[in-house]
């Protein structure tokens, strides 16, 4: 095998793995602030797809569909935190996550009942060839996916450690009574990064839409895979996530070069269980010590 | 937390409940059967459609409804099948063969269907095969698995060119063309691990040898891997079988990877969803499928191409699109059925149906023109198939 095709495996294994690192910035984001698990955060990247297609398709300019699209999924999510979790917020995390799950199922079943069942696809955002380099090719697109995972991850980053907010998140995951007898709104707190989550959700499943098509059904695999990498990178910090990301799409991409494609979920699946096992705080997470 | 919460909660879960069935059901239901009606009417005859109207195959399902209604529609106003409407009975299987297989029970058991239209999938037409067998009822399958009529039952048809009839075809084609190496790239869901089986079965018959064959999993985002795996081998085109979306994305990564070998696919890949997901990459793609496509490819003085156009028209008109060749599998079934039931005398029962449909001979459908028998239970053949190229986002016959 030469350098050059090595390295194409290389990039296609990026381009998965920027996907599958934006869908777990989103898992990051709730489980930062709530310790929960969103199921429905593949539902957030599938909606981010359909309604930008819905609103480009009223007609609107590429970019204000896409930002329609995030715009009304960060509702969504705002709207699904506010209604469907909140209501249950004392409940325990195992209810909280079980209504994730019903919510996921909701979202689905009803974008399924208004957008149709087809399947459907935006432009690209710069149009034109791939670009060869040193023998790769590179898809615009992928270019787009990651610079948005930079940005995303440099966002996170910066709101964690340097806003207000982010450390009124960070005291949330600690514990919500302190962190609510600190004075800070803890209600607040989940249903902003609710929304976020969605936004980021969207921005995910509207910038591979040119590149896979969507439709009403995407959700559960980029779910799925996203929080695979999430919880392989480390759940909670968003470097670990994208970094999670980028090596689950290494491994798959990886597994068809040397082993045989019809493995390749299999492998990386092995890869999880076995990082788990050695390492159940993630491949970069710190271990969360309980104090009494 | 207050009522306030609590009567948010209910408002709005009493909107959803309102708004889905009626957002579900607004757009095609605008034919009511009742009014041509004269006489008394007869007792209807009952036919149960197991179709996948959510799932994976939704978007195959959906057509087969809609073509489903218009034509039931169409028979009753014209007064029935002598003078008895036709009534169907819709069952969703969520494109899951368990839930076929309970749906097909209830059919059976509980609406007292005297034939089975579906399933949409090969799985869920399989799955449902013991109880059609058990109850003795015929089943008409718009399934295209070869496995649905090569491993035969007396009780079940099918209306789709299966794979063994397509795969050969567009080998034949590719020989044709001077190919002799070629590379596989399938999916693992059903409809692409039958058309690997039968391609890997019929390849060496053609002259062929597969030099690499692929697989991707139903939902994958990018092939480029599996595609970079093929580039690196001498195959002169690439075989493609997969009846999903993934299918557009294997023609963009193929274009991404500036691979200049033909891409060829399947009847599955007849939609123009494909064409849309993969515009540019579209051009030049090659699949063979029936001639519903381009009805001028029936030949302009045949009844083929009276009752295509004829059905496309009122198709297009009904739904604001042409019908693909899903829609024409269900028009097939149905009418299959109902004719046989047309050349039967009052209380028959479902075996002399059974009977009936087996004998159907030279019926001009929308699929080709069938002609069942006690070995045959597919119908097609060849003739009925043409190959397709994609040319400026439009579907032309290829050379």
């Not at chain 1, 799950?101 to 079943?109: E, N, P």
């Not at chain 1, 399947?119 to 955002?125: I, Q, S, V």
């Not at chain 1, 007898?181 to 609710?194: E, K, N």
């Not at chain 2, 697989?215 to 195959?235: E, R, V």
Request: contains cysteine.
């Amino acid at each position: 095998m030469g350098s050059a095709e090595l390295l194409q495996y290389v990039v296609a294994g990026f381009k998965s793995g920027a996907i599958y690192a934006l869908v777990a910035l989103g898992f990051t984001l709730v489980y930062g602030s709530t310790g929960i698990i969103n199921f429905a955060q593949g539902e957030f990247f599938m909606l981010g797809g359909v309604l930008s297609v819905f609103y480009y398709r009223l007609g609107l300019p590429l970019l204000l569909a896409a930002l329609a699209g995030v715009v009304t999924t960060a509702g969504v999510g705002l709207a699904f935190e506010r209604l469907a979790l909140r209501p249950r917020r004392d409940a325990g995390a195992l209810v909280l996550i079980i209504i994730t799950i019903g919510g996921s199922m909701v979202m689905k079943s009803l974008t399924r009942h208004i957008f149709g069942p087809d399947e459907a696809t935006l432009p690209e955002f710069t149009p034109g060839p791939s670009i060869a380099f040193g023998g790769v090719a590179i898809e615009r697109q992928a270019l787009w996916l990651w610079g948005l995972t930079i940005v995303a991850v440099l966002a996170l980053t910066w709101l964690y450690r340097k806003t207000r907010f982010g450390r009124a998140m960070r005291a949330c995951s600690l514990s919500h009574d302190a962190a609510r007898l600190m004075g800070i709104d803890t209600a607040r707190v989940v249903m902003v990064s609710f929304g976020l989550a969605a936004a980021l959700g969207a921005l995910a499943g509207l910038a591979v839409t040119p590149l896979t098509q969507t439709a009403w059904d995407v959700g559960a695999t980029a779910g799925m895979k996203g929080f695979a990498a999430a919880i392989l990178g480390g759940l909670g910090n968003p470097v670990a996530s994208v970094i999670g990301g980028l090596v689950l799409g290494l491994l798959e991409s990886l597994s068809v070069a040397f082993l045989s494609s019809t493995y390749k979920d299999a492998i990386a699946l092995i890869v999880l269980l076995i990082v788990l096992f050695l390492r159940p705080q993630g491949l970069i997470g710190r271990a969360r010590r309980e104090k009494v | 937390m207050g009522m306030g919460t609590r009567k948010w909660l209910a408002l709005v879960l009493v909107l959803a409940l309102v708004i889905v069935p009626l957002v579900g059901c607004a757009a095609p239901e605008e034919t009511d059967t009742e009014e041509t009606v004269t006489e008394e009417p007869k007792e209807p005859y009952r036919i149960g459609a197991v179709l996948s109207l959510t799932g994976t195959y939704a978007g195959l399902g959906a057509p087969e409804k809609n073509t489903l209604d218009m034509e039931v529609a169409r028979i009753n106003a014209d007064g029935g099948v002598d003078g008895h409407p036709i009534e169907i009975v819709y069952e969703d299987d969520a494109t899951d063969a368990a839930k076929a297989q309970a749906a097909v029970v209830r059919l059976i058991e509980q609406e007292g269907v005297i034939a089975v239209i579906g399933a949409t999938g090969t799985g869920g037409t399989m799955a449902m095969r013991a109880d059609i067998e058990r109850a003795q009822v015929p089943q008409v399958s718009v399934a295209g698995g070869t496995v649905i009529t090569s491993t035969f039952s007396k009780w079940v048809f099918q209306t789709p060119w299966s794979n063994s009839l397509v795969v050969p075809f567009t080998l034949d084609y590719l020989k044709d063309k001077g190919i002799k190496k070629i590379a596989l790239i399938t999916d693992t869901g059903g409809f692409g691990a039958d058309g690997l089986a039968v391609l890997q079965a019929q390849a060496a018959k053609a002259g062929m040898t597969i030099v690499a064959s692929e697989t991707f999993n139903p939902g994958d985002t990018d092939m480029t891997a599996q595609l970079t795996k093929i580039k690196a081998s001498d195959a002169e085109a690439v075989v493609l079988w997969s009846a999903g979306k993934e299918a557009a994305i294997v023609a963009k990564n193929m274009q991404q990877l500036n691979m200049q070998i033909p891409l060829f696919g399947s009847h599955g890949n007849a939609r123009t969803e494909f064409i849309e997901g993969a515009g540019a990459a579209a051009e030049g793609f090659k699949f063979a499928a029936g001639k519903i496509l381009i009805p001028e490819t029936y030949g302009e003085d045949t009844l083929s191409y009276t009752v295509a156009t004829d059905f496309k028209e009122r198709y297009t008109a009904a739904y604001g699109k042409g019908p693909d060749t899903f829609a024409g599998h269900a028009y097939d079934a149905l009418y299959i059925i109902t004719n046989a039931i047309g050349d039967l005398d009052e209380g028959f029962t479902p075996s002399d149906l059974r009977d009936q449909i087996e004998k159907t001979d030279s019926f001009v459908g929308i699929g080709g023109v069938f002609t069942y028998s006690a070995e045959n239970h597919n119908g097609l053949d060849a003739s009925d198939l043409v190959m397709y190229e994609v040319k400026d986002g439009k579907w032309v016959l290829a050379e």
